[in-house]
């Protein structure tokens, strides 16, 4: 991360319980109320694609109040982050108004996956450009960014959308779909296969819940074909991408000097992913996604699909055994 800085100010009302990180995150009470952030925190870094130094702000917001985002710079509406709002899935998720094209925001994805991963329902996003800092291509640091500023639980019951029954969006060999689950939070079972000899077919089951999402999915990076980073580059994409926030592959050659963080780092990246786009739902969901080969496009239109049939879901009051 370029750098960190913590804003003394904390937004809480009388009816809030001021909690460590590490109890706030890991106990089974986080998953029954809302929980925001216990003060505000900022982080500086590079865009991915803009290449421009970009400034994040995440500020506490009141129960009910959901993840929403502010552009600082050219003073945009509040962008909620919402599917029906997510408008780009062309290599990031991007949020944007339907009105003006120019208030947007991109790469959502990352801090969306570590607010979902920390248990985080309520908060401002205010950044000061046209999309995320992409750090180091994980949410590793946006997981720093959350516990510096530590979770305050508040007074509302937090509500969990429950899968009712499959839904499934396809494009070509690709899928998505969401599967009823008797399980109370959210797994993932992700298949990739590429023709790169270093990235190859990779599958993973994945539960997601705090720890285990902090030990085995937030480091694990963005990745690219080196083959494919000059067209990006024609099209005014990844004009910040670097061997510093992200894996670059060239058919077997890992680029990147120091290698891998795991052996299996694309497909954890590509569940990272699928989390921060299922959160975009406005609530976590409960159930079972399973994917292949997809991305964002795939997992928005899977959301859309879902909320256009009231029978395959419902809201139900979150449950301490999803922790």
């Keep these: 991360m ?6 003394p100010r904390t937004l809480l009302s009388v009816t809030q319980e001021i909690l460590s990180p590490v109890s ?10 809302q929980h925001t952030l216990g003060k505000a925190v900022t982080g500086t870094g590079t865009g991915l694609h803009t290449g421009k130094h970009i400034q994040l702000t995440l500020t506490p917001a009141h129960a009910g109040h959901g993840i929403v985002f502010q552009r600082s710079d050219i003073g945009g509406k509040p962008l909620p982050a919402l599917f029906s709002n997510v408008h780009n899935t062309r290599l990031s998720t991007v949020l944007s108004e339907t009105e003006s094209s120019e208030n947007r925001v991109a790469t959502i994805e990352h801090l969306m996956a570590a607010l979902a991963g920390c ?14 800092p992409v750090f180091d291509g994980s949410s590793r640091d946006f997981i720093s960014l959350i516990e510096s500023a530590g979770a305050t639980r508040q007074h509302k019951i937090r509500q969990c959308i429950e899968i009712l029954r499959p839904v499934r969006v396809e494009h070509g060999d690709s899928f ?15 298949g990739i296969n590429f023709s790169a000899q270093a990235i190859g077919k990779q599958n993973l089951e994945f539960k997601l819940t705090p720890q285990a999402f902090r030990q085995d999915i937030a480091h694990c990076r963005t990745f690219t074909l080196l083959k494919e980073i000059e067209a990006m580059h024609s099209a005014g994409l990844a004009l910040g991408g670097s061997l510093d926030n992200a894996i670059v592959v060239d058919e077997e050659r890992i680029l990147n000097e120091d290698g891998l963080r795991c052996d299996d780092e694309f497909v954890r990246h590509k569940i990272l992913d699928a989390a921060g786009d299922m959160y975009t739902a406005g609530a976590p969901l409960r159930g079972h996604f399973c994917g292949y080969r997809s991305g964002h496009g795939l997992n928005n ?16 009051p979150a449950s301490a055994g999803t922790n």
């Design 2 to 7: 370029d750098s960190l800085s913590l804003d």
């Design 24 to 33: 706030a995150l890991n106990t089974r009470d986080a998953t029954l109320y």
């Design 119 to 132: 248990n985080i329902d309520n908060v401002l996003v205010t950044v000061d450009g046209p999309e995320l």
């Design 176 to 190: 998505a779909e969401l599967l009823p689950s008797s399980d109370a939070g959210l797994t993932f079972s992700m």
């Design 301 to 316: 239109m899977l959301l859309r699909a879902l909320f256009a049939d009231s029978k395959a879901w419902r809201f139900v």
